[in-house]
Nanobody, 122 residues
Framework: VQLQASGGGLVQAGGSLRLSCAAS????????MAWFRQGPGKEREFVAG????????GYGDSVKGRFTIFRHNGENTVYLQMNNVEAEDTADYYC????????????????WGQGTQVTVSS
C-alpha cells in the first residue's frame, strides 16, 4: 500500500489549507486513517484520525475546533481541512493507514506516506 500526501504549502496565519492523502495498491480494503505532524525540534504529534466508515473521528487538543478530517464514503482518500491556522501548525504532515481502524498512537499504523510541509507565516 502506498500513501500519497499532498496539499501542503505556505499559508498566512488565520488562513486555510486542505491536505489530501490517497491510498493505492490494496484498494479492495478500507483503512482507518490519520494525520500526524512533526514540527521543527518537536516530536511527532497526533493531529486527527478517522474510522474506516468515516463515522468516527478524533482530534488532537491543539487542533480541535479548527481542523476537520473527512473522507467520502468508501474511498481510501482522506482530507484534512485546516482552518484558522496558527504559526504553531508549521510542520511536516504525515498520513497513516491501518486495517484495524484508527488510534492516537503512531505505533498502531501499518502504512505511512511521505510528509507534506505546511508553513504558516505570521
Amino acid at each position: 500500500v502506498q500513501l500519497q500526501a499532498s496539499g501542503g504549502g505556505l499559508v498566512q496565519a488565520g488562513g486555510s489549507l486542505r491536505l489530501s492523502c490517497a491510498a493505492s495498491g490494496r484498494t479492495s480494503s478500507t483503512f482507518g486513517m490519520a494525520w500526524f505532524r512533526q514540527g521543527p525540534g518537536k516530536e511527532r504529534e497526533f493531529v486527527a484520525g478517522i474510522s474506516r466508515s468515516g463515522t468516527n473521528t478524533g482530534y488532537g487538543d491543539s487542533v480541535k475546533g479548527r481542523f476537520t478530517i473527512f473522507r467520502h464514503n468508501g474511498e481510501n482518500t482522506v482530507y484534512l481541512q485546516m482552518n484558522n491556522v496558527e504559526a504553531e501548525d508549521t510542520a511536516d504532515y504525515y498520513c497513516a493507514a491501518a486495517l484495524s481502524g484508527w488510534s492516537r498512537s503512531s505505533e498502531f499504523y501499518d502504512y505511512w506516506g511521505q510528509g507534506t510541509q505546511v508553513t504558516v507565516s505570521s
